[in-house]
């Protein structure tokens, strides 16, 4: 589905998650629902749904510039990571575990 290219991204917790946004500026793009989105998310995040995403990449800037993607659980950010993967994004990171567990762990939701 993805050809032969070599995809690489790395999956991070959300305690590395994050500490990479309170020292860096990486792009967090959420792939959930707007309904989803909305019962909470990471404070300046930007919602593109997993279903849309594949025709908004031109529109999401430099292809070397850190790129985080989340979901609810983990399966759909994964999935992201690889259509971001292959098309040259090549700082992507995949958040483990989704929304789940980023509030599991306590760390801060905006609503």
């Known amino acids: 589905m993805f050809g032969t ?3 690489t991204f790395e999956a991070i917790t959300p305690q590395q998650g994050a500490q990479r946004i309170r020292e860096g500026n990486p792009l967090v793009i959420d ?3 707007s309904n989803e989105y909305a019962m909470g998310h990471i404070a300046g995040s930007k919602l593109i749904p997993l279903g849309q995403l594949s025709s908004k990449l031109d529109g999401l800037g430099a292809k070397d ?3 985080i993607v989340v979901c609810q659980s983990g399966a759909r950010s ?8 292959a ?6 990171a ?3 575990g989704g929304m789940s567990n ?6 801060p939701v905006q609503r």
């Open 5 to 7: 290219k070599k995809l």
């Open 31 to 33: 792939v959930r629902e």
């Open 65 to 67: 510039q850190e790129i």
């Open 78 to 85: 994964n999935y992201a990571a690889n259509i971001l993967s």
């Open 87 to 92: 098309a040259g994004f090549n700082k992507v």
């Open 94 to 96: 995949d958040l483990k």
């Open 102 to 107: 980023w509030t599991w762990t306590g760390l």
